[in-house]
């Protein structure tokens, strides 16, 4: 699991969630600029691979925590900040960047337009939970259109482990994600 951060770093990671994955991305240059003008480490060909497979991405380090930062290329397009917890955190600061990327994105549109997709419907109901071996996942995904999960997403992810001899050993904490994903490439919703 890693090792974690500190709890207060939390509304921190937020913050580097909002500007790259929300303000940033999907502009994938200006992405990986932002991150060397952060100073973040590029990770390995080979460190990325253990995380996304055959699938085609980048990933920073940060200088002063373990948080990283993946930007995952088409045809899954998305990016993510994932971040190491010895807790799972009160979700107030992430709630409050994805209301303002939704308020901003609804700004930008015209309105009144049903066919724009106005993130109207708080997915929160739609929890997903899932155990997969030793490892529970809980996702609030949120969409832009409710009809239409395919066409934006927004997500937070908790990660903790279930296995009651790990957990006793101190493996009790999450790994969190917060992600930013659009459409697959060619989808007629993009």
């Excluded at 609804?106 to 066919?115: I, K, N, T, V």
């Excluded at 529970?136 to 832009?144: D, F, M, N, S």
Aim: hydrophobic share 35%.
């Amino acid at each position: 699991m890693g090792t974690p951060a500190a709890p207060d770093e939390f509304a921190g990671i937020v913050a580097v969630y909002e500007d790259v994955c929300l303000k940033t991305f999907p502009d994938d240059a200006a992405l990986i600029t932002r991150m060397e003008q952060l100073g973040w480490r590029p990770l390995s060909p080979d460190a990325v691979k253990v995380t996304m497979g055959d699938d085609p991405a980048r990933g920073w380090q940060s200088p002063t925590s373990a948080t990283s930062v993946w930007l995952e290329f088409p045809p899954y397009h998305a990016c993510s900040v994932r971040w190491n917890a010895p807790q799972r955190p009160d979700p107030a600061p992430y709630e409050a960047a994805k209301q303002r990327y939704v308020a901003a994105y609804r700004a930008r549109q015209p309105q009144p337009s049903a066919q724009d997709g106005h993130w109207e419907r708080d997915l929160t109901d739609a929890n997903m939970h899932v155990d997969v071996r030793y490892t529970t996942l809980q996702a609030r995904p949120e969409a832009r259109d409710p009809a239409d999960l395919k066409i934006e997403n927004l997500m937070f992810v908790a990660q903790s482990l279930n296995d009651p001899e790990r957990r006793a050993a101190g493996e009790t904490g999450y790994v969190l994600r917060f992600v930013h994903q659009l459409p697959p490439a060619g989808d007629p919703n993009g």
